[in-house]
């Protein structure tokens, strides 16, 4: 049984759902809200764990309620969190207000997340078959993952940033989105960079490696917010259980696409069940 450790951010996150965006100094009043955990990290961990595959989750939680509700939960998922800290200071913190066309704004911060240095990291990413990681951490802790690592690697530059190069170089498979492939310069210079594979999601069109388009099931969709970390969850299962690369991103969109099927990020994040179910 193959086992894979994500390292990367926790977030409560929290949603206020608008009539429109506040202006400066406005106040308003939501139609209503909702707090999910969240965070990249998260969502990975538990989309890999929802596909059956044992996890471990690596990162920081503060000494707050939130960092206690993420212990609880995580334990509760089954994922492993020897590798997770628990830091003097506040859980990450995502603020979200969501209008009625669907457009947001987001404040994050950023919390405990950004406090995990790379002595902190543990030997567990070194004993994993695959090691999942984002861009939501200190750039120099992802990019001493990426050294510890001997196994499968994977990155998620998600925000994108050149200070993750260095991870980039190091990884086997780089997936960005359209925006993010654009933001980092363009799959060409990801694949100079070093990256060996670099796979590019589409959104309802599926998902790119090379020149070859690899479509994704249609769907009704109803929300496609964790769309992202269903395909980049899956893909490292689907890989790390020995699948071939065109394999792997095929059912990585169909777990793309079955996220979309529900409300949500983590909530909403399919079981191996509802992905080889999902009707192309
Ligand atoms: P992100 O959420 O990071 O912007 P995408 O929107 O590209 O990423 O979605 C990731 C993957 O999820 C896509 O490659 C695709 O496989 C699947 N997906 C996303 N939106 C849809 C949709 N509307 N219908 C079917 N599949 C979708």
């Known amino acids: 049984m193959p086992h894979i450790v994500v390292v990367g951010s926790l977030n409560q996150d929290l949603f206020a ?3 429109h965006l506040p202006r400066r100094g406005e106040t308003l009043h939501a139609r209503h809200s909702a707090r999910q955990l969240g965070g990249k990290g ?5 989309g890999i764990r929802r596909l ?3 996890v471990d989750l690596v990162g920081a939680v503060g000494d707050d309620a939130a960092g206690e509700t993420f212990v609880r939960t995580l334990d509760g998922f089954g994922i492993g969190r020897t590798g997770l800290r628990r830091l003097e200071g506040s859980t990450g913190l995502a603020l979200i207000t969501v209008d009625e066309g669907g457009e947001n704004t987001i404040v994050l911060d950023p919390g405990v997340n950004h406090s995990l240095t790379p002595e902190m990291l543990d030997d567990s990413i070194a004993g994993a078959d695959a090691v999942l ?6 750039p120099e802790t992802t990019i001493r993952v990426m050294d510890m690592a001997k196994g499968l690697k994977v990155v998620n530059p998600a925000p994108a940033g050149l200070e993750l190069s260095p991870a980039i170089a190091r990884a086997d498979v780089v997936v960005v989105n359209e925006g993010e492939a654009s933001d980092l310069g363009g799959t060409d210079r ?4 070093g ?3 670099v796979v590019v999601t589409l959104g309802q069109r599926g998902s790119q490696i090379d020149n070859t388009v690899i479509p994704a099931p249609r769907v009704v969709a109803v929300d496609s917010t964790g769309a992202g970390d269903a395909f980049c969850a899956a893909l490292t299962v689907a890989l790390v259980e020995g699948r071939p690369i065109d394999d792997s991103i095929a059912w990585a969109n169909r777990a793309g696409a079955a996220a979309c099927l529900r409300h949500g990020s983590s909530e909403a994040l399919p079981t191996r069940d509802e992905v080889d179910r999902l009707r192309f």
Do not use: C, H, P, S
């Open 133 to 138: 990681v984002q861009g939501e951490l200190r």
């Open 190 to 193: 990801l694949r100079a960079l």
């Open 17 to 19: 759902y608008v009539e």
């Open 42 to 46: 998260f969502n990975q961990a538990v």
């Open 195 to 197: 990256a060996a594979t």
């Open 52 to 54: 059956g595959v044992d």
